[in-house]
């Protein structure tokens, strides 16, 4: 009824429309917000509709969910995917606390911003399910996902789930499997923080060149990152791994060259694992 009485009062139509479309999806398949308007509405109603109950810590149990708020999460995940918006969701969550403390309202849950996040993050597996992306594809994406970009989530997780079986999803796969199959062998300790001083042969020096080459291109800024040649540069490092593990002995005799030379594969892990933890990955 609000639209209409705010067509009757004058106001223009999207306004109008975002009165009643704010409340969508009222489903986990219904029709979003499409509109500046209604969408930004919708958006600013379910944060506020999830700090609200977070901040008086009342959280959803396994078994219970009496205020939704699953819903309003998973619904704020779809209108930020289908709408593809980018903005600082933690942001919003941070002012929109502030604004309860303004009001006077005990906050009884100090994490609440964490806690709203990962709450948030945890829908994306509800989200990626209706996508009919495989349970380790999600786990993949979801469990290493840190940050507030859930857009950037979304994109990475239909990248693997588009590759993994073909030619760039394989390679990088392959890649990252003979270095965590060595790694795993070997205790705590390796960091990933290799010393080039300590290389011996090109091939560690070339696939030192290349994992710096690639950690560069991570570190642009999410709004101009390029998933797709992201992946196709993780992949594009077999040519150099198969040299290395073909040329170079990692159990060198050598005590400091051995442990150089995990340091530089385990570099080679934490770089891929900044796109997604490709060790949950079936496969491996």
Same mark, same amino acid.
Request: charged content about 30%; proline content about 2%.
């Given at each position: 009824?609000?639209?209409?009485?705010?067509?009757?009062?004058?106001?223009?139509?999207?306004?109008?429309?975002?009165?009643?479309?704010?409340?969508?999806?009222?489903?986990?398949?219904?029709?979003?917000?499409?509109?500046?308007?209604?969408?930004?509405?919708?958006?600013?109603?379910?944060?506020?509709?999830?700090?609200?109950?977070?901040?008086?810590?009342?959280?959803?149990?396994?078994?219970?969910?009496?205020?939704?708020?699953?819903?309003?999460?998973?619904?704020?995940?779809?209108?930020?995917?289908?709408?593809?918006?980018?903005?600082?969701?933690?942001?919003?969550?941070?002012?929109?606390?502030?604004?309860?403390?303004?009001?006077?309202?005990?906050?009884?849950?100090?994490?609440?911003?964490?806690? %709203?996040?990962?709450? $948030?993050?945890? !829908?994306?597996?509800? /989200? &990626?399910?209706? #996508?009919?992306?495989?349970?380790?594809?999600? *786990?993949?994406?979801?469990?290493?996902?840190?940050?507030?970009?859930?857009?950037?989530?979304?994109?990475?997780?239909?990248?693997?789930?588009?590759?993994?079986?073909?030619?760039?999803?394989?390679?990088?796969?392959?890649?990252?499997?003979?270095?965590?199959?060595?790694?795993?062998? %070997?205790?705590?300790? $390796?960091?990933? !923080?290799?010393?080039? /001083? &300590?290389?011996? #042969?090109?091939?560690?020096?070339?696939?030192? *060149?290349?994992?710096?080459?690639?950690?560069?291109?991570?570190?642009?800024?999410?709004?101009?990152?390029?998933?797709?040649?992201?992946?196709?540069?993780?992949?594009?490092?077999?040519?150099?791994?198969?040299?290395?593990?073909?040329?170079?002995?990692?159990?060198?005799?050598?005590?400091?060259?051995?442990?150089?030379?995990?340091?530089?594969?385990?570099?080679?892990?934490?770089?891929?694992?900044?796109?997604?933890?490709?060790?949950?990955?079936?496969?491996?």
């Amino acid at each position: 009824m609000g639209k209409y009485f705010a067509l009757a009062q004058g106001f223009e139509e999207d306004i109008a429309n975002s009165v009643s479309d704010h409340y969508l999806p009222v489903g986990l398949t219904s029709a979003i917000p499409k509109k500046p308007f209604s969408y930004s509405i919708s958006i600013v109603d379910k944060i506020d509709t999830l700090v609200g109950f977070f901040v008086i810590d009342e959280k959803p149990t396994s078994s219970k969910d009496p205020f939704a708020l699953r819903r309003a999460a998973i619904g704020l995940l779809r209108i930020i995917i289908e709408n593809k918006l980018s903005f600082k969701l933690r942001d919003l969550i941070s002012y929109a606390i502030r604004i309860y403390q303004e009001q006077g309202v005990e906050i009884k849950n100090e994490k609440t911003e964490q806690e %709203v996040l990962d709450f $948030i993050k945890e !829908r994306m597996r509800n /989200v &990626l399910k209706l #996508k009919n992306i495989k349970p380790d594809i999600i *786990e993949a994406s979801v469990s290493s996902h840190a940050g507030d970009n859930f857009l950037d989530l979304y994109a990475k997780t239909i990248l693997i789930h588009k590759y993994k079986n073909k030619g760039v999803g394989l390679n990088a796969i392959s890649s990252y499997k003979r270095a965590s199959n060595i790694l795993d062998k %070997v205790g705590k300790g $390796i960091t990933g !923080r290799p010393d080039a /001083v &300590l290389f011996r #042969k090109d091939e560690e020096r070339v696939l030192h *060149e290349k994992i710096n080459e690639i950690r560069k291109a991570f570190t642009v800024k999410d709004d101009n990152k390029d998933y797709e040649s992201l992946l196709i540069k993780l992949s594009d490092t077999k040519e150099s791994t198969d040299n290395f593990f073909d040329n170079v002995v990692v159990n060198d005799e050598n005590q400091d060259i051995k442990n150089n030379r995990l340091e530089l594969l385990k570099m080679f892990c934490n770089t891929f694992d900044t796109f997604i933890d490709f060790s949950k990955l079936e496969g491996l």
